[in-house]
């Protein structure tokens, strides 16, 4: 199946600082790119999709200028993580699709951000 | 209520013994995910669906659109089965969202 990859796969950083997390599609074209979050136990919850050359649409309650979405070319996505704080820490997953709804969505690793 | 709810949310079983995981859901959808969640995090999409049935090895997965219900079963369970299996939809109407159930932990025992 396709493969989508992230990086880090775990990151620590202090209160304050910021950190942008990498999604990439290895062996297909992502027209679409989705973020999630999730807490522990819980769901995971979409963050915000971000279409190629597009600005990307945030999920209601998601601050757009704290987490920076960046969906520059068609293999690669980042998120940003601006000024973060220990309530952000959390898993962050992406997932991308080649075409339209009909196409799957693959999914990344996750990255486990804790900030202190 | 949420759109997505599974059943059980926490399911242990023997090694070999047959598992059924259900997902009810309340909104009109497109089509039907079910993914699989290893301890480490990582998400593998085990089947998307929208009528019917599809097989995968020990897995089979059933949709009724028409009950709005989808059930995920493995046969001859493996301890190596042992994830949280979550349900998601895709919403009707031409949204691209998945929208999660919360999840059904499986341990399998040897």
């Known amino acids: 199946g396709a493969v989508v990859s992230q990086h880090p796969s775990r990151v620590i950083c202090k209160s304050g600082t910021s950190v942008k997390i990498e999604c990439r599609s290895l062996d297909f074209q992502a027209t679409t790119m989705f973020w999630y979050r999730q807490f522990p136990k819980q769901s995971l919850m979409l963050m915000a999709t971000?279409?190629?050359?597009?600005?990307?649409?945030?999920e209601q309650g998601v601050e757009k200028d704290k987490f920076l979405i960046n969906h520059a070319s068609l293999t690669l996505s980042t998120l940003t993580v601006t000024s973060a704080h220990p309530e952000d820490s959390s898993f962050y997953i992406c997932?991308?699709?080649?075409?339209?709804?009909?196409?799957?969505?693959?999914f990344g690793p996750g990255t486990r951000l804790t900030v202190t | 209520k949420n759109e997505v709810e599974q059943s059980p949310q926490n399911l242990t079983a023997q090694e070999g013994e047959f598992i059924t995981i259900n997902c009810s859901y309340s909104?009109?959808?497109?089509?039907l995910h079910w993914l699989q969640q290893h301890p480490g995090g990582g998400i593998v999409s085990l089947f998307m669906l929208s009528s019917g049935k599809k097989k995968h090895g020990r897995l089979i997965a059933t949709i009724n659109i028409q009950e709005k219900h989808s059930s995920l079963h493995i046969t001859a369970s493996h301890p190596r089965d042992s994830a949280v299996y979550i349900c998601?939809?895709?919403?009707?109407?031409?949204?691209?969202?998945?929208?999660f159930g919360k999840g059904t932990k499986l341990t399998v025992n040897p």
């Open positions: 909104v009109g959808i497109s089509a």
């Open positions: 997932s991308a699709r080649g075409g339209g709804w009909r196409d799957e969505q693959y």
């Open positions: 998601a939809v895709i919403l009707q109407g031409g949204s691209e969202k998945l929208v």
């Open positions: 971000s279409n190629e050359g597009s600005k990307a649409t945030y």
